[in-house]
């Protein structure tokens, strides 16, 4: 059984989640609007991480909801951290590959 922590918890993690997604969507619109063709290769490297990130939370905040096997909920949080780890290593890669262009 799920207690409060854990559902107040998952609702952080989910809201972290579209926070992220939110910032970088702005971040990729200040990009774009800066030269559209130095930037093109990290947006694409980014975006995707960001949704999976944001699936992968929301499917595991429905498996908890469903109250699923702890095992699973294990490898949904390993991934979770894997693709946040990914979208922070994307930050200074898109710093990197501005500076280069310049």
């Known amino acids: 059984?799920?207690?409060?922590?854990?559902?107040?918890?998952?609702?952080?993690?989910?809201?972290?989640?579209?926070?992220?997604?939110?910032?970088?969507?702005?971040?990729v619109w200040g990009l774009l609007r800066y030269d559209n063709s130095k930037f093109a290769y990290p947006i694409q490297i980014i975006l995707p991480i960001t949704i999976l990130?944001?699936?992968?939370?929301?499917?595991?905040?429905?498996?908890?909801?469903?109250?699923?096997?702890?095992?699973?909920?294990?490898?949904?949080?390993?991934?979770?951290?894997?693709?946040l780890f990914l979208e922070l290593l994307c930050i200074p890669l898109i710093a990197m590959y501005g500076i280069a262009k310049k």
């Open 1 to 27: 059984m799920i207690n409060n922590s854990t559902k107040v918890f998952w609702k952080y993690n989910i809201s972290i989640a579209i926070v992220l997604f939110g910032v970088y969507l702005m971040s």
């Open 53 to 83: 990130q944001l699936l992968i939370s929301i499917i595991f905040c429905i498996s908890f909801w469903r109250k699923q096997s702890k095992t699973r909920s294990l490898w949904f949080i390993i991934l979770i951290g894997l693709l």
